[in-house]
């Protein structure tokens, strides 16, 4: 009987992770991602062609996860509010209600994905991609030293997408396998490996989605 029991828990929180998942698949379909043009597609490989974006990032200490994890606490502080308007005082909204204040305002940025890590030495590099209507004029400050904003320009990117979990193995064996694919095509990689994760921690696995770019030229 018990046996029994907990397999109804089980499927039920199992049925109920699916459920919240595909709400989530379901709304994210309006959250913006960078711009690009598809050159080639083979299989899980694709080629390309992206347009200027402007990026908000930090530099984390540690391993993949723990980088990911910290990185993503300290943008998204930035995005939810931790931040000085450079054009507006008071009140505004931006995707959702900023709080009044006396002082140049703070601003809600709204969420984008993927959230794209990229590992130099001991230090990972975290950022999002800011929406495309604001320029690095018109972003508003962070208040935390730790977070930044860069413009970067266009560029080619060869990339594996892959499911699953996106651990520290899997990800250096589909970088692996990306940089195989690109030698055979005769391109030079110019940027470290970057992953990008597009799903909240609580997707299920199969439903997951990563993966690893590299910029390169022909």
Known sequence: MNNTANKVKLLIGLLAAILLTTAFVT??????????????????????Q???????????????????????????????????????????????????????????????RPVTVEHFGDTWRVYFVMPAAYTMNTLPYPIDTRVSLREIEAQKKAVISFSGFAGEDKVTVKTDALLKWMKLRGLEATSTPKLARYNPPWTLPFMRRNEVLISYRP
């Open 27 to 48: 709304n994210a379909m309006a959250i913006e991602e960078p711009k690009f043009t598809t050159l080639e597609k083979s299989g899980d490989f694709e080629l390309r």
């Open 50 to 112: 992206y347009e200027p974006f402007i990026v908000a990032e930090t530099f984390v200490i540690g391993t993949l996860d723990e980088a990911s994890s910290a990185g993503f606490r300290l943008i998204a502080s930035y995005i939810f509010g931790n931040n000085k308007s450079r054009t507006r005082v008071g009140e505004e909204k931006i995707a959702m209600t900023a709080p009044v204040s006396v002082e140049p305002s703070s601003e809600k940025i709204a969420m984008t």
